[in-house]
């Protein structure tokens, strides 16, 4: 199965903050991983796909990048309501796997 | 608007059976491969399964694999997952997704003697 790495497993941050989180693949998944954001209590919702494509009706702030291995997630901007779970996932080998998931608190 | 909603979790004793259901509003439910997807509270997120649009083809992780089987109904909007030989590992928030894109707000199955 392919392993998919993410750091930091926690961060800090404040609103208005610029952060970026990084996942790495075991191997090589082209740009088949997205990123999803999972808010307390809630269901994930996927934030972007193919690496760097937004999800409709996601804000701009978020934004991916990386292709082969490695890739990221940056939110430009940091607002209240971005504080939660965030998890990468693969998709280009079954089983699909998700990363271990990046905490965002303040 | 897309709509999932799973029901059919509780308590059940270590080798209990569970049949999950996840019924499908919104959109052409025929036409969307359709998948389960489990976290233990408080963890991370595990595929467990998913099934093609006409239920010929259908995929499971190793944790679960011979235990649960995964099914559709496409005259009824229906997705569901039979979850035998249950074990306490497998206590979870049981979610149904459409493609991995649109989730339902999830069912916990409790394992427990």
């Known amino acids: 199965d392919i392993q998919m790495t993410q750091s930091p497993s926690s961060l800090s941050a404040s609103v208005g903050d610029r952060v970026t989180i990084t996942c790495r693949a075991s191997?090589?998944?082209?740009?088949?991983l997205g990123w999803y954001q999972q808010r307390p209590g809630k269901a994930p919702k996927r934030l972007l796909y193919?690496?760097?494509i937004l999800q409709s009706g996601v804000p701009s702030r978020f934004s991916g990048s990386g292709s082969g291995t490695e890739f990221t997630l940056t939110i430009s901007s940091l607002q209240p309501e971005d504080f939660a779970t965030y998890y990468c996932l693969q998709h280009n080998t079954y089983p699909v796997t998700f990363g271990q998931g990046t905490t965002l608190d303040i | 608007e897309v709509q999932l909603v799973e029901s059919g979790g509780g308590l059940v004793q270590p080798g209990g059976s569970l049949r999950l259901s996840c019924v499908a509003s919104g959109f052409t439910f025929s036409r969307d491969w359709m998948h389960w997807v489990r976290q233990v509270p408080g963890k991370g997120l595990e595929w467990i399964s998913r099934?093609?649009?006409?239920?010929?083809?259908?995929e499971y992780a190793d944790s679960v694999k011979g235990r649960f089987t995964i099914s559709r109904d496409n005259a009824e909007n229906m997705l569901h997952l039979q979850l035998n030989g249950l074990r306490v590992d497998d206590t979870a928030v049981y979610y149904c997704?459409?493609?991995?894109?649109?989730w339902g707000q999830g069912t916990l199955v409790s394992v427990s003697s």
């Open positions: 193919a690496a760097s």
């Open positions: 997704s459409r493609d991995m894109v649109a």
């Open positions: 099934i093609n649009r006409d239920g010929t083809i259908t």
């Open positions: 191997q090589d998944i082209r740009d088949y």
